[in-house]
């Protein structure tokens, strides 16, 4: 079930930090208030340089949003 705190720019981002992990790629340019939010509902986590990467609790919140998407 998708979490409720997380809003569409959250989710957004969530997507942008899987894609650019993908592609071997770092992202910035992460709002403070996205990155702080997303890092405590543990959906990503940040790394000694900064980096981002999501969690698996973030996959599963970004299948989860697919899902309900495609049902809709």
Do not use: F
């Not at 980096?51 to 919140?61: A, C, F, K, P, Q």
């Amino acid at each position: 079930m998708l979490d409720r705190r997380l809003s569409s720019e959250d989710l957004d981002w969530l997507c942008r930090i899987r894609i650019a992990k993908a592609a071997n790629q770092s992202l910035s340019g992460i709002p403070a208030n996205v990155a702080r939010r997303l890092t405590m509902l543990h959906c990503a986590q940040v790394n000694g340089r900064g980096e981002y990467s999501i969690t698996l609790r973030g996959r599963d919140e970004l299948i989860d949003k697919e899902l309900s998407e495609r049902i809709r």
